[in-house]
């Protein structure tokens, strides 16, 4: 059986930084591309980064936000540096069953139970 845990999600006061971590068990994901979608309070889940055949960012997160994968440890990483109030969410890690570099939520197969990223202003 799949499993996705998600963890260091936290409050921080905005230009803060934290690092999201991402472990994912029962199949190997090599070939997988991998993913960072969030969802604020009466939001749509979006895409925030993908990592596949190469890599995506959202406009909003373009040069702050880093999203990197382990391979060996099956873990996913989201490093977020100088956070802005409106970027707090729910986070949520997925993986695809494809290879490619899918940025809808649709896409993706297995997803994360979500951690919390709260910025203060």
């Known amino acids: 059986q799949v499993h996705l845990v998600e963890s260091g999600g936290g409050l921080v006061q905005a230009g803060g930084s934290l690092r999201l971590s991402c472990a994912f068990s029962?199949?190997?994901?090599?070939?997988?591309?991998v993913g960072w979608f969030r969802q604020a309070p009466g939001k749509q889940r979006d895409v925030v980064a993908t990592l596949g055949r190469g890599t995506y960012y959202t406009d909003s997160v373009q040069g702050r936000f880093t999203i990197s994968r382990d391979n060996a440890n099956n873990a996913i990483y989201l490093q977020m540096n100088n956070l802005k109030p409106e970027d707090t969410a729910v986070y949520y890690c997925?993986?695809?069953?494809?290879?490619?570099?899918?940025?809808?939520?649709?896409?993706?197969?297995?997803w994360g139970q979500g951690t919390q990223v709260t910025v203060s202003p």
């Open positions: 997925a993986v695809a069953d494809e290879p490619g570099l899918p940025t809808m939520p649709d896409e993706y197969r297995f």
């Open positions: 029962g199949r190997a994901f090599r070939n997988y591309a």
